[in-house]
């Protein structure tokens, strides 16, 4: 494999924004005792749903250990790829790479000479102390291991960084939050300047928004930006909202779209906002977290927790947006009208039981990562 030692904006890669073409999806297999209820089997044939549901568009590529990987097999449909890659747990939007793509080629350029991958550092959301569990080991290499195996060029990084905490337009502008970037558990040698310098080394963008705080109750990410708000295309958003003043959600959904509607992006677009409703609060019962092995090396998942559900955390396949639906038909018969309306050139397909997902920590975004076509 190709170990890159420039940066990617000095060498002409730029990350794509996630509505462009892709040629793969990559995602993972739940297998975690100690995160994922009885064993996963619930997990698993959500993450099969998933999977089979972007296979209608695109190719899958699911990573799976030793152990499971025949078990992943079985339930899987026999398009959908299964490759054994052992990880930690099976958050591929964030342990696995970020692609980036040069777009300005020559003509003597080779197609693998126009495709790479940023592997970050990564510390399983906040290091020893602040972490959703103490080994990580594994989900170092996955990265490394996806790129291999596809033979694509390395960008290595030593700064932490997770995929689901950054969101690009694919024209210069990137949005992220403070309560993720800026938090001490990530980069506490780094300044906001500093971080700011390496996203546009690395993502070729020319301007960061930063949203102060990320969805409430979103602990494990502190604050990802993929449960709050992304780019619909370059000069729209769609943000995580609630109409609920008495909602811990609505001061941080107020404080963005406020932020939001003040900047321009990297082309000097003001931005349109698209409010996405987040779903009724939703809590973990005492049965989910007794069907949970707690044990010391994770973060443990308690009764009476708030669960950080939001449609935002979708996926963008080739002409589908792959979209949670957690069994509040209010909420997500509108998400699914809002996604349309939002995305008139897609089909929008519902996941429904997208909450055993969430009970683990994530949603349909954070399992999965686009490979670009080029």
Same mark, same amino acid.
């Not at 995160?35 to 699911?62: K, L, M, Y």
């Not at 406020?258 to 931005?271: E, Q, W």
């Not at 019962?285 to 998942?301: L, M």
């Given at each position: 494999?190709?170990?890159?030692?420039?940066?990617?904006?000095?060498?002409?890669?730029?990350?794509?924004?996630?509505?462009?073409?892709?040629?793969?999806?990559?995602?993972?297999?739940?297998?975690?005792?100690?995160?994922?209820?009885?064993?996963?089997?619930?997990?698993?044939?959500?993450?099969?749903?998933?999977?089979?549901?972007?296979?209608?568009? =695109? $190719? &899958?590529?699911?990573?799976?250990?030793?152990s499971?990987?025949?078990?992943? $097999?079985?339930?899987?449909?026999? !398009?959908?790829?299964?490759?054994?890659?052992? #990880?930690?747990?099976?958050?591929?939007?964030?342990?696995?790479?970020?692609?980036?793509?040069?777009?300005?080629?020559?003509?003597?350029?080779?197609?693998?000479?126009?495709?790479?991958?940023?592997d970050?550092?990564?510390n399983?959301?906040?290091?020893?102390?602040?972490?959703?569990?103490?080994?990580? @080991?594994?989900?170092? !290499?996955?990265?490394?291991?996806?790129?291999e195996?596809?033979?694509? +060029?390395?960008?290595?990084? @030593?700064?932490?960084?997770?995929?689901?905490?950054?969101?690009?337009?694919?024209?210069?502008?990137?949005?992220?939050?403070?309560?993720?970037?800026?938090?001490?558990?990530?980069?506490? !040698?780094?300044?906001?300047?500093?971080?700011?310098?390496?996203?546009?080394?690395?993502?070729r &963008?020319?301007?960061?928004?930063?949203?102060?705080?990320?969805?409430?109750?979103?602990?494990?990410?502190?604050?990802?930006?993929?449960?709050? *708000?992304?780019?619909?295309?370059?000069?729209?958003?769609?943000?995580?909202w609630?109409?609920?003043?008495?909602?811990?959600?609505?001061?941080?959904?107020?404080?963005?779209?406020?932020?939001?509607?003040s900047?321009?992006?990297?082309?000097?677009?003001k931005?349109?906002?698209?409010?996405?409703?987040?779903?009724?609060?939703?809590?973990?019962?005492?049965?989910?977290a007794?069907?949970?092995?707690?044990?010391?090396?994770?973060? +443990?998942?308690?009764?009476?927790?708030?669960?950080?559900? @939001?449609?935002?955390?979708?996926?963008?396949?080739?002409? #589908?947006?792959? #979209?949670?639906?957690?069994?509040?038909?209010?909420?997500?018969?509108?998400?699914?009208?809002?996604?349309?309306?939002?995305?008139?050139?897609h089909e929008?397909?519902?996941? =429904?039981? @997208?909450?055993?997902?969430?009970?683990?920590?994530?949603?349909?975004h *954070?399992?999965?990562?686009?490979? +670009? #076509?080029?």
């Amino acid at each position: 494999m190709m170990q890159l030692q420039d940066t990617p904006s000095a060498l002409g890669f730029q990350m794509p924004a996630e509505w462009e073409p892709h040629s793969q999806c990559w995602m993972g297999w739940p297998e975690r005792a100690d995160n994922w209820r009885e064993g996963a089997v619930h997990g698993q044939r959500v993450f099969a749903s998933v999977a089979s549901a972007i296979s209608r568009f =695109e $190719r &899958v590529t699911v990573c799976a250990s030793s152990s499971q990987w025949e078990n992943a $097999r079985t339930q899987l449909p026999d !398009h959908v790829r299964v490759v054994e890659i052992s #990880a930690n747990d099976s958050w591929f939007r964030d342990i696995g790479p970020t692609f980036v793509v040069r777009r300005e080629t020559l003509k003597s350029d080779a197609a693998e000479d126009r495709i790479a991958g940023i592997d970050w550092s990564f510390n399983s959301w906040g290091g020893v102390e602040d972490g959703c569990y103490s080994d990580w @080991s594994l989900d170092t !290499h996955v990265a490394k291991k996806i790129l291999e195996v596809e033979r694509i +060029p390395r960008f290595s990084h @030593s700064m932490v960084l997770e995929g689901g905490s950054i969101h690009v337009d694919g024209e210069g502008t990137c949005l992220t939050t403070e309560e993720c970037l800026l938090n001490k558990n990530r980069n506490p !040698h780094l300044s906001k300047n500093q971080i700011e310098d390496e996203l546009k080394a690395y993502l070729r &963008v020319t301007k960061v928004i930063w949203l102060p705080r990320g969805l409430y109750g979103d602990d494990d990410t502190n604050g990802h930006i993929d449960n709050m *708000c992304c780019f619909v295309r370059p000069g729209v958003v769609l943000l995580s909202w609630t109409d609920d003043e008495t909602d811990p959600q609505y001061e941080r959904s107020v404080e963005a779209y406020s932020l939001l509607s003040s900047v321009t992006d990297a082309k000097g677009r003001k931005l349109e906002v698209i409010k996405l409703h987040v779903p009724s609060p939703l809590y973990m019962t005492e049965k989910e977290a007794a069907g949970v092995f707690q044990a010391d090396e994770a973060k +443990p998942r308690l009764p009476g927790t708030r669960l950080a559900a @939001s449609y935002v955390n979708f996926y963008i396949a080739n002409g #589908a947006i792959i #979209a949670p639906q957690f069994g509040d038909k209010k909420w997500d018969d509108e998400a699914i009208q809002v996604l349309s309306k939002a995305f008139p050139q897609h089909e929008v397909v519902g996941i =429904e039981g @997208s909450r055993e997902i969430v009970l683990s920590g994530g949603n349909i975004h *954070c399992i999965t990562q686009q490979q +670009p #076509a080029i």
